[in-house]
C-alpha cells in the first residue's frame, strides 16, 4: 500500500491487520454560511472513533451540531475540513448498510402504517413472505397494533416516531445512526424501545450512534457517552460506561455507579445555574 504517505508506524500497521473502525471521524470540521455572510463554525477538528458492535451515545447542548455530525456520517452533508471514513472508506455519498432516524420523522404522509414500516423491509430486499410476516411483528411490539391502515396525520408525534423506528428495524442496518429518536415517547414507552433496541443490538453486535438529551437515557444504553460543548462542537468528555447488562428498572436507579456517571455527564455539559 504505497498512497504518498510516510512509511506507516507499527501501530497504524497494527490497525490495518485488525478491523477497520466502523465509524472514524478524523479532524472534522464543518462551517456554514450566516444569513449576514458570515461564517459559523458548527464543528471544530472533531475526532471521534466508533469500534464495530459499539453502542455510543452523544450528549451536547442544543446546537451544537450533533444532528450536522450525523448529517455527515450518513453522507448526506460533505464536511468543510477532515474526513469521515465508514468501514475505512472514505464517505461520499449514503455508505451501504446504514440506516438514519432523524430527529423529525420523515414518513411518507400518503403511505398506511404498514406500508411505512415496509418501506425499510424492501430497501433491504426482503421476500414478500418475510415482509408480510416481520411487519406485523415489529406493529405489535411497537404497540401500533389497529393503526395499521392509518396514516401519519391521524397519529400522535410519540406514535410517529414509533413507525419511524419500525421503518428502522425492518431495514435492519449495520450501523444505526439515530436522531434523538425516543424525544416524542413517554418515558415508559421509551424504556420499552430501548429495551427493543439493545435486544437488536446485542443479538446482531450492530453499531448505534444515538443522539439525546436525556442523560439517564445515554448512560442506560450506551457503552460510551460522548459530551460536545456548545458550538463550536468539540469533545468535552468521552465517558466510557462500564455498568453490567442488562440495564434495567429500580436497581439500576438506585446504583451508585449510575448517578457518578449521570453526574459526571450532567458536570460535562456545564449547564448555566437556574437563576
Ligand atoms: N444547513 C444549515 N445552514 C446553516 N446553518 C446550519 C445548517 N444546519 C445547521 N446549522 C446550524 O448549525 C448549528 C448546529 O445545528 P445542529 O447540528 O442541528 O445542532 P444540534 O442537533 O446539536 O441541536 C446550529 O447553530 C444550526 O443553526
Ligand atoms: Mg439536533
Not at 454560511?33 to 463554525?41: A, C, H, N, R
Not at 453502542?55 to 450536522?68: D, E, L, M, Y
Not at 411483528?137 to 406514535?159: A, C, N, V, Y
Not at 438529551?213 to 468539540?234: F, N
Request: proline letters at 8%.
Amino acid at each position: 500500500m504505497n498512497d504518498g504517505l510516510p512509511a506507516a508506524s507499527a501501530a497504524q500497521e497494527h490497525r490495518v491487520t485488525t478491523q477497520p473502525a466502523k465509524i472514524a471521524v478524523e479532524g472534522l470540521d464543518i462551517a456554514f454560511t450566516g444569513l449576514d455572510g458570515s461564517e459559523i463554525l458548527v464543528l471544530d477538528r472533531l475526532d471521534l472513533r466508533v469500534e464495530p458492535g459499539e453502542f455510543v451515545a452523544i450528549v451536547g447542548p442544543s446546537g451544537c451540531g450533533k444532528s450536522t455530525l450525523l448529517r455527515v456520517i450518513s453522507g448526506l452533508l460533505p464536511p468543510s475540513g477532515g474526513r469521515v471514513l465508514v468501514d475505512g472508506v472514505k464517505v461520499t455519498a449514503p455508505p451501504p448498510g446504514v440506516g438514519f432516524m432523524f430527529q423529525r420523522d420523515t414518513l411518507m404522509p400518503w403511505a398506511t402504517v404498514f406500508d411505512n414500516i415496509a418501506v425499510g423491509a424492501e430497501l433491504a430486499g426482503r421476500s414478500k413472505a418475510d415482509i408480510a410476516r416481520r411487519v406485523p411483528d415489529l406493529i405489535g411490539f411497537l404497540r401500533l397494533t389497529g393503526f395499521e391502515k392509518h396514516r401519519p396525520h391521524q397519529l400522535s408525534g410519540g406514535m410517529r416516531q414509533r413507525v419511524a423506528l419500525g421503518r428502522l428495524l425492518a431495514y435492519e442496518p449495520d450501523l444505526y445512526l439515530m436522531d434523538e429518536p425516543f424525544g416524542a415517547l413517554d418515558s415508559q414507552t421509551k424504556a420499552v424501545m430501548g429495551r427493543e433496541l439493545l435486544r437488536v443490538w446485542s443479538t446482531h453486535r450492530r453499531s448505534v450512534v444515538f443522539v439525546t438529551h436525556d442523560i439517564e437515557e445515554a448512560v442506560t444504553l450506551a457503552d460510551r457517552v460522548i459530551v460536545l460543548s456548545t458550538r463550536p462542537g468539540r469533545i468535552r468528555l468521552d465517558l466510557p460506561i462500564t455498568l453490567p447488562r442488562p440495564r434495567e428498572g429500580r436497581a439500576l436507579r438506585g446504583d451508585p455507579v449510575f448517578s457518578q456517571l449521570c453526574g459526571a455527564v450532567w458536570d460535562a455539559l456545564d449547564l448555566p445555574p437556574i437563576a
